[in-house]
DNA sequence: ACGAGCTAATAGCACGTGCTAGCACAAAGG
DNA sequence: CCTTTGTGCTAGCACGTGCTATTAGCTCGT
C-alpha cells in the first residue's frame, strides 16, 4: 500500500531536479519509500533485502523508466571493468573479431568500449579516446601504427595487438600461425591430387614472408619441389588479378593457385572467370583469412580461417592476464582449413 | 578455461594514493603546488589562470602522464554532449556513414559511443548500453527492429533511425530518394543510348516498391515503356546471380541491368563474367549504395551513392534539433550518380 | 526470558571532476 | 590614509553510484 503519494512534481528548488530525462537513484529510492542505497542493493542483485522488496523496487524503477548510470557506477568502483577496443570500420574481419570480443568480455564480466579507426580518425585519437575513459586495458587490431607508439602507450595500460605482426617486448600479442596455414593449404591442394601449385604471395606484407617460405617447404617436402611458383601479389583484388594474369601467360599453367588473402583471391577469381576458366573445373583457387568475402554465397571459397573466436578469445584472456600484473606474451594461434566451393580434383 | 577470476586484492594502500595507473587531478595539483580546482581550470581552458601558471602545470600534467578522466568530467557537467550510434558490424555502408557522423559530431562538440550489432548481439543489447551511459541522443543504423520498438525507446530519449524506411512520427528519420534514385539511374543508360533496361528489384525489402515504380515510371516517360522488365531479385549475391541467369533466358536480352543493390549487382556481374558477356562492353550494369563494393579496383561499378556524408550529417542535425527540444522530422538526401566502369554506350 | 545470531534496511563516505562563492593582494582613485 | 576594482587562486559542494559500518526487527537456543 502506498501512501497518498506525496509525489509532487516540485521542481521548484533551484537544485537540479529538473532532468528532462533520466530519474535517479535516489528518485526511485523516495517512490518507493525505501532508502537510496537500498535500490543500489536491488539494482545490481546484491543479496541484502528481501524478495518482496526486490519486486516492488524492481516494478517502480521499471515503471519510472530507470537505468542506472554507467559513467557514475564505472567512476565509484576503481575498477572500470572496460576493455577498449580500437578497430578499422572497413575491415569485414574485425568486425568478426569485435563480436566475438564482446562475447569472450561478457564472459569474465567485463564491458567494451568501441573506438574506431577511419581514414578521417587516426589510430592515437583512437586510442586517446579509450584511454580517457579508463579502460582497464587496450586491444588493438591491425594496428597500423608503429612498434615503439604501442611501446609507449602501455607503459600507461595493458596493450594486445591482434592480427599484426611486430617484436614488441612490452605488448601482448595475438596472431595466426602463418606458417601452419600454408602448410595445410599445400597439403590440402596435394591431397587432392594438385601437382602444379602456385602462390600469389603478399609482396612485403606482414607475415608474407613466413607464407612463402612454409609455401616452398611444404612444396619440396612433398616431393613438388620442381613446380615452386611464386608470384610477386599483394593486399588487394588489383593485386590478385595482375597475379593471376601472370600466371595464365605460363606454358603450362598451374592447376591450383593460393592467394595471399581472400581479397587477393577473389581478383584472381574474376581473372579466371572473365578468361573462361571454370573453377574449380579448371581451376583450384584458394584464399586466406576467411572474411566474409569468402563466405559470399556465390563464390563459396575454399580459405585458411584465422579464426576469429579463438583471437578474439586469447586477446581477451592476455588483456585479462596484463591487468591482473603478468607479464605480456605471445599467443599463436592455429589456422584452421575451411573446404568450400573452389577447389576440386584437377580435371 | 578463463577462470572466473576471484579478483585477488592488489592495492594494499586504503587511500587512493598508490594506483598502478592513471594519476588523478589531485595528484597533479600536489605535484605542481597548487589547488585542484586551479588544475581543472588549466586543462579544460578556462579563463582564471595565468600564463606562466598554466604553461607549469601542463608540462607536470604530461610529465606525469595525467589524463582528463572522462566519466567524472561526463557525470559532473550534467548533459553528458554524447551520441550514441547503434551500427552493425559487418555493413560495410554502415562503417562510412559512422566515420562521417565522428565528424559532423565533433563539429557541434559532442563526442560520439558506439555500440555494434552483430548476429550474437541484438538491437536491444546495443540501445540499452548507449541509454546507460546517457547518451542524449541515439542514432540507430538500418535498424530492423519494430517501428513501434523504436518508439518506445523515443520516450525516454530522442532517436533518429537513418537509412531505414518505416512510419514513426516519435522518430527523427533520415533517408535517401529512392525515387529519384532510380530515374538517375535509368536516365542515365538511356542517355548512354541503352532501351532495352531491365531491373532487377529487392523484393520485398525496404524501398524496393519505390524503386521499382520509379524505374517503371521513369522508362515510360522516356519512351520505353515497351522494354520494361522486372525481375524478382533481393539484397545478396546470390538473388542477382539468379536474376541475372533469368534474364540471359530472354530470346532478347537486355543491354543494360540495374540491380538493386550493390551486393546484387556483384553477383549479376559475376554471372555474365562466367557466361562470358563483357561488362561492360556487352553488357552494362549498375548498382546502388556506392558501397566498398562498388569501389574495389578491379570492379569500378557505376552506382547510386547515398553519400555517407550527408547521410550522417543530416542524422547529426535531427539529433541536435530533438536535443534542444525540437519535434522529431524527417529528412531526405538526394542521391547522387557515380559513374565507374561497369556502363557504356551498348555495342 | 534474555542475549546470540541472522536478516533487512539505513547512514555516510568515497570516486574524480566542474562550478559557484569567496579570499588575498596589487594597482588605481578619493 | 582608506576604499574600490580586478586578477589569481582556493574552499566546498554537487553529480549518481558502490561499499563499509551500523542499527532495528526477528527467530532461536538454553
Same mark, same amino acid.
Given at each position: 500500500?502506498?501512501?497518498?503519494?506525496?509525489?509532487?512534481?516540485? !521542481?521548484?528548488?533551484?537544485? %537540479?531536479?529538473?532532468?528532462?530525462?533520466?530519474?535517479?537513484?535516489?528518485?526511485?529510492?523516495?517512490?518507493?519509500?525505501?532508502?537510496?542505497?537500498?535500490?543500489?542493493? *536491488? +539494482?545490481?542483485?546484491?543479496?541484502?533485502?528481501?524478495?518482496?522488496?526486490?519486486?516492488?523496487?524492481?516494478?517502480?524503477?521499471?515503471?519510472?523508466?530507470?537505468?542506472?548510470? @554507467?559513467?557514475?557506477?564505472?567512476?565509484?568502483?576503481?575498477?572500470?571493468?572496460?576493455?577498449?577496443?580500437?578497430?578499422?570500420?572497413?575491415?569485414?574481419?574485425?568486425?568478426?573479431?569485435?563480436?566475438?570480443?564482446?562475447?569472450?568480455?561478457?564472459?569474465?564480466?567485463?564491458?567494451?568500449?568501441?573506438?574506431?579507426?577511419?581514414?578521417?580518425? $587516426?589510430?592515437?585519437?583512437?586510442?586517446?579516446?579509450?584511454?580517457?575513459?579508463?579502460?582497464?586495458?587496450?586491444?588493438?587490431?591491425? +594496428?597500423?601504427?608503429?612498434?615503439?607508439?604501442?611501446?609507449?602507450?602501455?607503459?600507461?595500460?595493458?596493450?594486445?595487438?591482434?592480427?599484426?605482426?611486430?617484436?614488441?617486448?612490452?605488448?601482448?600479442?595475438?596472431?595466426?600461425?602463418?606458417? =601452419?596455414?600454408?602448410? +595445410?593449404?599445400?597439403?590440402?591442394? =596435394?591431397?587432392?591430387?594438385?601437382?602444379?601449385?602456385?602462390?600469389?604471395?603478399?609482396?612485403?606484407?606482414?607475415?608474407?614472408?613466413?607464407?612463402?617460405?612454409?609455401?616452398?617447404?611444404? +612444396?619440396?617436402?612433398? %616431393?613438388?619441389? $620442381?613446380?615452386?611458383?611464386?608470384?610477386?601479389?599483394?593486399?588487394? @583484388?588489383? !593485386?590478385?588479378?595482375?597475379?593471376?594474369?601472370?600466371?595464365?601467360?605460363?606454358? *603450362?599453367?598451374?592447376?591450383? *593457385?593460393?592467394?595471399?588473402?581472400?581479397?587477393? =583471391?577473389?581478383?584472381?577469381?574474376?581473372?579466371? =572467370?572473365?578468361?573462361?576458366?571454370?573453377?574449380?573445373?579448371?581451376?583450384?583457387?584458394?584464399?586466406? $583469412? $576467411?572474411?566474409?568475402?569468402?563466405?559470399?554465397?556465390? *563464390?563459396?571459397?575454399?580459405?585458411?580461417?584465422?579464426?576469429?573466436?579463438?583471437?578474439?578469445?586469447?586477446?581477451?584472456?592476455?588483456?585479462? @592476464?596484463?591487468?591482473?600484473?603478468?607479464?605480456?606474451?605471445?599467443?599463436?594461434?592455429?589456422?584452421?582449413?575451411?573446404?568450400?566451393?573452389?577447389?576440386?580434383?584437377?580435371?
Amino acid at each position: 500500500m502506498s501512501r497518498p503519494d506525496s509525489d509532487a512534481p516540485q !521542481d521548484v528548488t533551484a537544485k %537540479g531536479v529538473q532532468r528532462g530525462r533520466g530519474p535517479t537513484m535516489g528518485d526511485v529510492a523516495k517512490a518507493a519509500g525505501v532508502s537510496r542505497p537500498l535500490v543500489s542493493i *536491488v +539494482m545490481r542483485e546484491a543479496p541484502g533485502a528481501s524478495i518482496a522488496t526486490r519486486e516492488r523496487v524492481l516494478r517502480i524503477a521499471n515503471e519510472m523508466g530507470y537505468v542506472p548510470d @554507467e559513467r557514475a557506477r564505472k567512476l565509484r568502483q576503481n575498477s572500470s571493468r572496460l576493455i577498449g577496443i580500437a578497430f578499422e570500420l572497413q575491415q569485414p574481419f574485425h568486425g568478426d573479431v569485435v563480436e566475438q570480443i564482446y562475447l569472450a568480455a561478457a564472459e569474465s564480466g567485463y564491458d567494451v568500449a568501441l573506438s574506431a579507426v577511419a581514414p578521417t580518425r $587516426d589510430e592515437p585519437t583512437a586510442v586517446e579516446s579509450l584511454i580517457r575513459e579508463r579502460c582497464e586495458a587496450l586491444i588493438v587490431l591491425g +594496428m597500423k601504427a608503429q612498434a615503439d607508439d604501442l611501446q609507449r602507450i602501455a607503459e600507461r595500460v595493458p596493450v594486445v595487438s591482434v592480427a599484426r605482426r611486430l617484436k614488441a617486448p612490452a605488448l601482448g600479442i595475438v596472431r595466426g600461425d602463418d606458417k =601452419a596455414g600454408l602448410r +595445410m593449404a599445400v597439403e590440402h591442394l =596435394a591431397s587432392l591430387g594438385h601437382q602444379r601449385i602456385a602462390h600469389i604471395d603478399g609482396a612485403d606484407a606482414p607475415g608474407s614472408a613466413d607464407r612463402r617460405a612454409s609455401y616452398r617447404k611444404t +612444396m619440396q617436402r612433398l %616431393g613438388l619441389g $620442381d613446380n615452386i611458383d611464386v608470384i610477386t601479389g599483394g593486399l588487394t @583484388e588489383a !593485386d590478385g588479378a595482375r597475379g593471376m594474369s601472370e600466371l595464365l601467360t605460363r606454358p *603450362v599453367p598451374p592447376t591450383a *593457385v593460393i592467394a595471399f588473402n581472400d581479397r587477393c =583471391a577473389t581478383g584472381a577469381l574474376d581473372v579466371a =572467370a572473365r578468361t573462361g576458366l571454370r573453377v574449380p573445373a579448371n581451376l583450384s583457387i584458394m584464399g586466406y $583469412d $576467411d572474411s566474409r568475402l569468402a563466405r559470399v554465397p556465390h *563464390v563459396q571459397m575454399t580459405t585458411v580461417s584465422q579464426d576469429a573466436r579463438e583471437l578474439a578469445r586469447a586477446a581477451v584472456d592476455l588483456a585479462l @592476464e596484463q591487468i591482473h600484473g603478468q607479464a605480456p606474451r605471445e599467443i599463436i594461434v592455429q589456422p584452421r582449413l575451411v573446404v568450400r566451393e573452389t577447389t576440386q580434383r584437377p580435371g
